[in-house]
């Protein structure tokens, strides 16, 4: 990471994924029977939530101050802004726990690492992490590989019961994604 990157901010001109349907199975589909690592070091199983929305955002990786991004991160279509979406989902934290939704971001990270992120950005939620992919196999989630490492693309599902019930992809700018996530719940929960 040069002087110059700001993780905070998008930098113009970034490539726009595009909808390739790497996520059209996804509605439907019931979460693994599996648990992650969380921030606060607990093993969390999102199948066995119950009665709340689960808003799970699967992101590339939130960078780390001082830690230089893989080479050409910015030209890869959705990698970049995960910490500018987080941030943002942390923003409007309150206003998901009124629509009686839980938040977890979720990426191959490693557990200190998210936990750096956790405190560094004030996320008010988990993190989890998924070193191995185990759920974003089972589930079929899209990714990429840079330097032989392979991460998630961005995707935020919306979970009731262990049941994906929304799907927001392709994702961009990531900065949007909160509050579009926000206005469906809102929809939805008028509906009920």
């Given amino acids: 990471m040069t002087e110059e990157t700001n993780l905070y901010e998008l930098p113009k001109n970034l490539?726009?994924?595009?909808?390739?349907?790497?996520?059209d199975h996804l509605v439907g589909k019931r979460l693994p029977d599996i648990s992650?690592?969380?921030?606060?070091?607990?093993?969390?199983?999102?199948?066995?939530?119950?009665?709340l929305w689960v808003v799970i955002y699967f992101y590339p990786m939130i960078g780390v101050p001082g830690v230089a991004l893989p080479?050409?991160?910015?030209?890869?279509?959705?990698?970049r802004g995960c910490t500018p979406q987080s941030c943002l989902f942390r923003d409007l934290?309150?206003?998901?726990?009124?629509?009686?939704?839980?938040?977890?971001?979720?990426?191959?990270?490693?557990?200190?690492?998210?936990?750096?992120?956790?405190?560094r950005l004030d996320l008010p939620f988990d993190l989890l992490s998924d070193p191995e992919l185990k759920m974003g196999h089972f589930l079929k989630l899209p990714?990429?590989?840079?330097?032989?490492?392979?991460?998630?693309?961005?995707?935020?599902?919306v979970v009731k019961n262990g049941?994906?019930?929304?799907?927001?992809?392709?994702?961009f700018p990531p900065t949007k994604n909160p509050q579009e996530v926000l206005d469906w719940l809102q929809l939805v929960n008028t509906k009920v």
């Fill in 71 to 79: 080479n050409n991160w910015d030209q890869i279509p959705g990698a």
């Fill in 163 to 171: 049941v994906i019930k929304k799907v927001f992809y392709p994702i």
């Fill in 93 to 119: 934290y309150g206003k998901f726990i009124q629509q009686n939704a839980v938040l977890y971001g979720v990426s191959v990270q490693s557990t200190p690492t998210q936990h750096e992120s956790k405190t």
């Fill in 36 to 51: 992650l690592r969380s921030t606060v070091r607990e093993e969390i199983n999102l199948s066995q939530i119950k009665d």
């Fill in 15 to 23: 490539p726009v994924p595009i909808d390739d349907g790497d996520c």
């Fill in 143 to 157: 990714t990429f590989k840079v330097n032989s490492q392979e991460f998630f693309k961005r995707v935020t599902v």
